[in-house]
């Protein structure tokens, strides 16, 4: 009896054993292909803050360009050339020429 039990001892030892070696290799199976998505998704989203940052250095362009317009449009000379072009007004002391060619 004592010869059998001792087979069944270490078969239950192997059995054991295998099972924990399966529940191993499985983990880290299952975490190599979570380490592989996370990989992705820090790409992507790397990817997408470079198009967000070039988006926000070209409004940072427009606004200057805003900016340098709100400016000019403050000024005398565009007050003047609005006036001449748009609505034809002229100084009192101007004379104007008006060619028929």
Do not use: H, P, W
Not at 24 to 36: A, D, E, Q
Not at 53 to 72: C, G, H, N, T
Not at 77 to 94: F, P, Q, S
């Amino acid at each position: 009896m004592s010869k059998q039990r001792r087979t069944q001892r270490r078969k239950k030892a192997k059995s054991g054993a295998g099972i924990i070696t399966i529940a191993v290799l499985l983990l880290c199976g299952l975490v190599s292909y979570k380490k592989m998505e996370l990989n992705a998704t820090v790409q992507k989203s790397a990817k997408r803050i470079e198009e967000l940052e070039k988006e926000k250095q070209e409004l940072v362009e427009e606004k200057d360009e805003i900016s340098e317009y709100e400016a000019y449009v403050k000024t005398k000379k565009y007050v003047e050339e609005v006036a001449r072009e748009k609505l034809g007004l002229v100084y009192e002391d101007e004379i104007i020429f008006d060619s028929d060619n």
